[in-house]
């Protein structure tokens, strides 16, 4: 923030009340008479030197506000349901007397090989998709895991695998996608 300030110089107000920002004013060469003077750095700033630039759109208005506190609902609501998903499968597993280590070990080992091929999938359905997806993903491993059957658990695992890097990934690009296509 201290190097944008020191490089888009100070803010000041125009006419109307907009907050704007002078680009740097590059003082004038002194140059023989006759010649008009041109400032050094003029072909390498992206504005006229002395020029005013419009600020960024500032997180205060009502829609920033309501999609802040949308995504923070929904993002609340899947991280705790993960959790809470964590401590049951632990003792789900243990009631079935299977290997709890081995199962989470194929789960992280899945998520590990599933990365390459996790990234390009959700650029191909879209972070929103990705998302659906992820929640649909979950209802079937939570079904599979109440099977009771290896094969079915081992299932629920690996595809848990995979659903962890959308967890961690997809919601956040999908905010961030979302608030630069709203121009917040």
């Known amino acids: 923030a201290l190097l944008t300030a020191l490089v888009v110089g100070d803010s000041c107000k ?25 400032p050094p750095l003029a072909d390498h700033l992206p504005h006229p030197p002395g020029s005013f630039v419009p600020a960024p759109a500032t997180p ?3 829609s920033f506000a309501s999609f802040r506190l949308n995504y923070l609902i929904v993002h609340a609501a899947i991280m705790l349901a993960d959790g809470l998903q964590g401590t049951h499968l632990y003792v789900l597993y243990e009631s079935y007397n299977f290997d709890v280590a081995a199962l989470y070990a194929a789960g992280f080992a899945a998520g590990a090989l599933a990365s390459p091929i996790t990234g390009p999938l959700v650029d191909r359905i ?10 649909l993903l979950e209802i079937g491993i939570n079904l599979l895991e109440q099977s009771g059957r290896l094969w079915g658990v081992v299932t629920a695992r690996v595809v848990g695998g995979v659903t962890t890097n959308l967890l961690y990934t997809v919601f956040e690009s999908w905010l961030v996608t ?5 121009g917040f």
Do not use: F, M, N
């Open 14 to 38: 125009s006419p109307v009340g907009h907050p704007l920002r002078r680009s740097p004013t590059v003082p004038p060469q002194k140059v023989p008479d006759g010649d008009v003077p041109v």
């Open 126 to 135: 879209g972070r929103r998709g990705a998302a659906v997806l992820y929640c």
């Open 178 to 182: 979302e608030h630069r296509r709203r």
């Open 60 to 62: 205060s208005s009502a």
